[in-house]
């Protein structure tokens, strides 16, 4: 089946450490995205991309790092300079197609708590 | 700055009641998509309804519908009939033209639905 695969679900980190979240996707999307969300709060963007080799910086990209080698793939790096990294990462994709209905497909998120 | 507000506070709901939730926008750009998405406990992210800037029509997609007031800038979601399923959080995004694919949220409505 299509769609968006996040792993782990969860994941633990030490401070100092850095975390790599991943995501895959098999629908041949070219955009894809990451965002935080902390309890109660919406979706922050962190990073997108909009095709291979290419990323653009959300509103939050302080401390993360991703990359986007492959169109399926677009992992995301949580580094030590995330002061507070605990919280509940989602990765989604869509279709490029500017404002159409082009809707993004989301992964299942991962939970990511500093310890 | 914010492109998107929801600031309703969190609303209880009675069983098969209508109930409306707030979204404003703030976009310069002529072309620009609108999206409902549904956030239940889970933490999965799932698709409502979309509304184009230059549709017509207000969308609806079976019990949702989105009333649609351009020149305020306000994309308000009507669930009708509600069920015990709804209880859930709901998010309103926007994709601009102009804006890279990038795609923004709001912070958010947390929806009860009571028996």
């Known amino acids: 089946d299509g769609g968006i695969t996040q792993s782990p679900k969860y994941l633990f980190r030490k401070e100092g450490q850095n975390v790599t979240l991943s995501c895959e996707q098999n629908?041949?999307?070219?955009?894809m995205y990451w965002y935080r969300q902390d309890p109660g709060q919406g979706l922050r963007l962190i990073y997108y991309?909009?095709?291979?080799?290419?990323?653009q910086k959300g509103d939050i990209a302080e401390g993360y790092s991703v990359s986007r080698e492959k169109k399926e793939s677009f992992p995301l790096t949580v580094t030590s300079a995330q002061k507070n990294p605990t919280a509940f990462y989602l990765c989604a994709s869509s279709i490029d197609a500017g404002p159409q209905r082009t809707e993004a497909f989301f992964g299942q998120g991962t939970r990511l708590t500093v310890v | 700055a914010q492109k998107i507000t929801q600031t309703q506070p969190g609303m209880f709901v009675q069983e098969k009641e209508a109930v409306t939730l707030d979204c404003t926008y703030d976009t310069s750009d002529p072309s620009y998509g609108l999206f409902w998405y549904k956030q239940p406990s889970s933490g999965e992210m799932i698709f409502l309804i979309y509304?184009?800037?230059?549709?017509?029509q207000n969308a609806t997609e079976g019990r949702y519908s989105l009333n649609f007031q351009k020149a305020r800038k306000s994309a308000n979601l009507v669930i009708s009939a509600s069920q015990l399923g709804d209880s859930a959080m709901y998010f309103c995004?926007?994709?601009?033209?102009?804006?890279?694919?990038?795609?923004?949220f709001g912070k958010g409505n947390q929806v009860v639905v009571i028996p």
């Open positions: 629908l041949n999307h070219d955009a």
């Open positions: 509304q184009g800037s230059y549709d017509q």
């Open positions: 995004a926007m994709r601009e033209a102009y804006g890279n694919n990038r795609l923004a």
């Open positions: 991309s909009q095709i291979v080799n290419d990323f």
